[in-house]
T-cell receptor, first 110, second 112 residues
Framework: DGGITQSPKYLFRKEGQNVTLSCEQN?????MYWYRQDPGQGLRLIYY???????QKGDIAEGYSVSREKKESFPLTVTSAQKNPTAFYLC?????????FGPGTRLLVL | EDQVTQSPEALRLQEGESSSLNCSYT??????LFWYRQDPGKGPEFLFT???AGEEKEKERLKATLTKKESFLHITAPKPEDSATYLC?????????????FGKGTRLHILP
């Protein structure tokens, strides 16, 4: 059953804490993406990776970090430097044809 | 600057009342226009990709069309289960890489 999985569904962050969001895909896509979605705004690109061991900053990369050690996995870390982390985070994979999205992780600040 | 604008922001229709959602785009080197459906609290679900002006694609009660400046998502005789946010996105380039620019979406509510 091919697709993209994200975990956890909900994540709570305490002030000053780094948290990591998981994204796994078994669609054999080279490219993977992380977006942030806020109410009333379009999807904003945080980071993307076109190939293993390489990634690029998107439009709002400050306060976030990623790694791409395996083709299937693209975890996102929300660091303490991100002052407004509350949002819905979406992972996607795909390429020129289109992108396919995971179910999302909602990050809340305690 | 590459941009995708969707209108209206929100639309309420009676069940069976057909209408259209608009997506205007300015993207250099357009390589595809994409439509997604997003239900509350879930990830976007891919609907269509359109590649060139004049192209049309259909899926159940939805039909997407494309011109050189706009795309329309036509909804024929909608049902309450068609209620969702519909996202439009345009594929362009970011340097050597591909990128997709998303609109803010149209929230569609179908009343029974």
């Amino acid at each position: 059953d091919g697709g993209i999985t994200q975990s956890p569904k909900y994540l709570f962050r305490k002030e000053g804490q780094n948290v990591t969001l998981s994204c796994e895909q078994n669609l054999n896509h080279d490219a993977m993406y992380w977006y942030r979605q806020d109410p009333g705004q379009g999807l904003r690109l945080i980071y993307y990776s076109q190939i293993v061991n390489d990634f690029q900053k998107g439009d709002i990369a400050e306060g976030y970090s990623v790694s791409r050690e395996k083709k299937e996995s693209f975890p996102l870390t929300v660091t303490s430097a991100q002052k407004n982390p509350t949002a819905f985070y979406l992972c996607a994979s795909g390429g020129r044809e289109t992108q396919y999205f995971g179910p999302g992780t909602r990050l809340l600040v305690l | 600057e590459d941009q995708v604008t969707q209108s209206p922001e929100a639309l309420r229709l009676q069940e069976g009342e057909s209408s259209s959602l608009n997506c205007s785009y300015t993207v250099s080197g357009l390589r595809g226009l994409f439509w997604y459906r997003q239900d509350p609290g879930k990830g976007p679900e891919f609907l269509f990709t359109l590649y060139s002006a004049g192209e049309e694609k259909e899926k159940e009660r939805l039909k997407a069309t494309l011109t050189k400046k706009e795309s329309f998502l036509h909804i024929t005789a909608p049902k309450p289960e068609d209620s969702a946010t519909y996202l439009c996105a345009a594929g362009g380039t970011r340097g050597r890489d591909d990128k997709i620019i998303f609109g803010k979406g149209t929230r569609l509510h179908i009343l029974p």
